[in-house]
């Protein structure tokens, strides 16, 4: 599995720079890899703390609500936070949420992203769009680390898909 083997970076990843592959579990157990999602299009990575909790919970519903306008851009958005797959699930039930939502258990993708809040032992608020390289690799478009409380603004997202 790919996640096993990446490395760890003490400052937030940069434009420009390869995407780190990695495989995890989505909310229904299965193996969701991002060198096959940018086969797609682009990908945008949505890291979040904690599910359950009041600014993730909106996070993720406004992203649900747009989830027309990621389409026509093009793009796949998926949830990762270090809650379990089983955790990630009851929470997309409860809220209705359709996107993809990654367990990301370990620590290992957002630690290799530069998103690591050591003090709480989760993933910092941020949000990374992957493009396809000329390589057919993932290559970092943009990049927006934000204070756990600040949720993401699509509209600056958007601005990044398919440019």
Sequence with gaps: MATEQLTARSSVIAAGEAAPDFVLKDQNRGDWRLSDAVKQGDVVLCFFPLAFTGVC????????????????????????????????????????????????????????????????????????????????????KWVQAREPGRAMNWEDVLAWLAA
């Design 57 to 140: 919970s909106t996070e993720m519903k406004c992203v649900d609500a747009e989830m027309a306008s990621w389409q026509r851009k093009g793009a796949m958005v998926v949830g990762i936070s270090c809650d379990s797959f089983a955790t990630l699930k009851a929470w997309a039930d409860q809220l209705g949420l359709k996107q993809t939502l990654l367990a990301d258990m370990h620590r290992d993708v957002c630690k290799a992203y530069g998103l690591y809040w050591p003090e709480l032992n989760v993933a910092h608020r941020g949000t990374v769009v992957i493009g396809k390289s000329g390589d057919g690799r993932g290559k970092v």
